[in-house]
């Protein structure tokens, strides 16, 4: 299983996705690979291929809850480009590079404070973190258990 943090920590809010997985990295989380990066790339496609299940893990903006998790499906190719894809087009380019569908879902973290240049998360981005981070390890505990 492969989890995915990704944002900006230089932009507020924006570093959510890697504040997270270093915190899920910090705890080793077993059958668990953890990456941290500033965009999704194609590169990833590679990665996400080699696991049967990937979790991307990113900032959410004008979320009216702490958090959301959803299943996603390979697609929006037309956002497909150099500098930086949404985590339905890395699915797409696992499907046709690699033949893989590994099953995927984005736990979005909701932010305040994006855009302005700066480290360290709002009041508000670190509460919901925290709830973010308690509903995974509990979700990850059960899926654990299942496959156990």
């Not at 943090?5 to 997270?20: I, K, M, S, T, V």
């Not at 497909?80 to 696992?94: D, F, K, M, R």
Request: hydrophobic share 40%; charged share 20%; proline share 5%.
């Amino acid at each position: 299983m492969l989890l995915i943090g990704y944002g900006n920590p230089g932009r507020g809010d924006d570093g959510l996705g890697p504040a997270f997985s270093e915190t899920m990295a910090a705890k080793g989380l077993p059958s668990w690979e953890i990456d941290t990066d500033y965009q999704l790339v194609a590169e990833h496609a590679f990665d996400v291929s080699q696991h049967d299940l990937v979790v991307f893990a990113d900032a959410e903006i004008g979320a009216s809850v702490p958090y959301s998790f959803r299943e996603i499906k390979p697609g929006a190719q037309e956002v497909l480009g150099s500098h930086s894809l949404v985590p339905e087009t890395v699915l797409a380019l696992c499907q046709t590079l690699y033949g893989a569908e590994p099953r995927a879902y984005v736990l979005g973290i909701s932010g305040k404070d994006f855009g302005e240049v700066k480290e360290g998360l709002s009041a508000e981005a670190q509460a919901n973190l925290a709830e973010a981070e308690g509903f995974f390890l509990d979700w990850a505990g059960k899926l654990s258990a299942c496959t156990a």
